[in-house]
């Protein structure tokens, strides 16, 4: 466990939004995309775009109810 989001995602495989915290929504999905395994999001709070996770190099990016 991490207070660091950029830590905690080092070597993932998956993001997970759980919420709609705004320091959830406002991260640098590039620098994020860099540190994971393989870049991949479930985005359960519509946080983020398809098409900017998939500029930020994340792999795959699925959202709830889109």
């Known amino acids: ?3 660091d ?6 070597k993932a495989n998956l993001l997970v ?3 709609e915290w705004n320091e959830f929504g ?5 620098r994020m ?5 393989t870049p ?4 359960l709070r ?5 098409k900017g996770a998939k500029r930020a190099g994340f792999g795959k990016y ?3 109810g889109r």
């Open 26 to 30: 406002a991260l640098d999905l590039k």
């Open 62 to 64: 699925e959202a709830a």
């Open 33 to 37: 995309g860099r540190k994971m395994a």
């Open 40 to 43: 991949t999001i479930a985005d």
């Open 46 to 50: 519509n946080l983020y775009s398809a």
């Open 1 to 3: 466990m991490s207070d």
């Open 5 to 10: 989001p950029f830590k905690a995602a080092h």
């Open 17 to 19: 939004f759980l919420t």
